[in-house]
Structure formats: structure tokens, C-alpha cells
């Protein structure tokens, strides 16, 4: 398995321009989530997802877009770049609660910078 | 309102010595659980050790043991035996409820730095 993917690893945007970060998972889990850690500071939810076709907004959802076509892939897309938007993106995935698991599982994720 | 507090923005410990990361947390949930995560300076983040608001004792995963005490909504990660390779960003996080395995609430983090 590779577990939880991220593309790309780093990204520079000029403020004003778009893009997709990417997010896959092959571990067949229904939960996913996107993060963002801002220098000295702990992850802040943006969206998360609790199965395919399904989303709801996390603590600073706003600038940012997602959809859950299927299982396995989960994008963020930034709708119009700024600055306030310099930070590394993390995305997670998990089981549903079972007796055994309750790990998130990140990806690598992407450090983006807007110029 | 902060809902995960890591009062300790470094600590510094002896190689083969304890120590102790705190966290505090905010909560009107009776359903809850704590994590606690490790980020290297490679950037990934690394799951530690999960407790549970109902489990009856202290998580443990070898080297990692969680200090939960629920009156005092506090959850402590020790680390025993200190090693070189434990330096690096520490983060307790939080779900709420019966759900939420993946909304989690993450402190501010602390950084170890483990000296020979």
C-alpha cells in the first residue's frame, strides 16, 4: 500500500491563480480531511469528507473548495490564491471508528507558497 | 475558545531520561479522545498513542505512555528512555464526539530537543 499520497510536494502561485492539490488513499477508508499548518502552529481543519460525494467545511474552510467523486481521492482546490494561503497542506485519511483504529493516517503534504 | 493547549513551546531532556509533554484540553463533550502526533523535522506527521474519554486506563505504546486525567482535562504524553531520534515537534489533538475521527483539534505543539 502507499497509503496516503500527495501531489505536488511543493508549489509556488502568484496571487490571483488557481490550482489542485491532490489526494489519494488506497487504504479504502471512508474518512478524509484537509489540513493546514501555518509556521509555529499546530494543523487547522479546512474540509473533511466522511464517504465518496460527501464534504462538510472544518475551522477555515474559506478561499478553498473540495469534492469526493470517489473513495480513493479527495482534491483541494484553491479558488483564487493569496498570500494569507503560505502554508503546508496536509491531507488525512482514517477508518471509520472501529474497536481497533482511530489513527489518521497523513500524507507527506504540500508546501505552497503564494507570491 | 482554545481547546487543546500545549503550554510548552520547547523542553530539553537527557539522552535515557523521562520526560513529560503537557497538554490540557477544553471540552463539553462526554465523548472525546486525545491524540498525540510527532513531527520530525522531515515534516510528516507520526501517530503516537490515542486515549479514548472512556477507556478505563492509560494508553501505552512502548515508550510513549498518555497521563489522562479526566478531572483535570489534562493528557500528558511521557516518553521514557529518551532517544537522539525523539527530537522533533510534538502535537496533542482532540476529536469530539462519538464521530469525528477525522476533525481533529491540534495544539500549538512542543518542541523536544534530546541532548547526549
Known amino acids: 500500500n502507499a497509503g496516503v499520497t500527495q501531489t505536488p510536494k511543493f508549489q509556488v502561485l502568484k496571487t490571483g491563480q488557481s490550482m489542485t492539490l491532490q489526494c489519494a488513499q488506497d487504504?479504502?477508508?471512508?474518512?478524509m480531511s484537509w489540513y493546514r499548518q501555518d509556521p509555529g502552529m499546530g494543523l487547522r481543519l479546512i474540509h473533511y469528507s466522511v464517504g465518496a460525494g460527501i464534504t462538510d467545511q472544518g475551522e477555515v474552510p474559506n478561499g478553498y473548495n473540495v469534492s469526493r467523486s470517489t473513495t480513493e481521492d479527495f482534491p483541494l482546490r484553491l479558488l483564487s490564491a493569496a498570500p494569507s494561503q503560505t502554508s503546508v497542506y496536509f491531507c488525512a485519511s482514517s477508518y471509520t471508528r472501529t474497536a481497533s483504529s482511530y489513527e489518521q493516517y497523513f500524507g507527506p503534504g504540500t508546501r505552497l507558497t503564494v507570491t | 475558545a482554545q481547546k487543546i493547549t500545549q503550554t510548552q513551546p520547547g523542553m530539553f531532556v537527557q539522552e535515557k531520561e523521562a520526560v513529560t509533554l503537557d497538554c490540557t484540553y477544553d471540552t463539553s463533550d462526554p465523548s472525546y479522545g486525545l491524540f498525540w502526533y510527532k513531527q520530525p523535522s522531515s515534516g510528516e506527521m507520526i501517530f503516537l498513542i490515542y486515549q479514548g474519554s472512556y477507556d478505563q486506563q492509560n494508553a501505552t505504546e512502548g515508550r510513549y505512555s498518555l497521563n489522562f486525567q479526566k478531572a483535570r482535562k489534562s493528557a500528558n504524553l511521557v516518553i521514557s528512555a529518551s532517544q537522539l531520534g525523539d527530537s522533533a515537534m510534538y502535537f496533542c489533538?482532540?476529536?469530539?464526539?462519538?464521530?469525528?475521527?477525522?476533525?481533529?483539534?491540534f495544539g500549538a505543539g512542543t518542541r523536544l530537543a534530546v541532548h547526549p
Open positions: 487504504m479504502n477508508h471512508e474518512y
Open positions: 489533538a482532540m476529536r469530539e464526539g462519538t464521530g469525528g475521527y477525522n476533525k481533529l483539534i
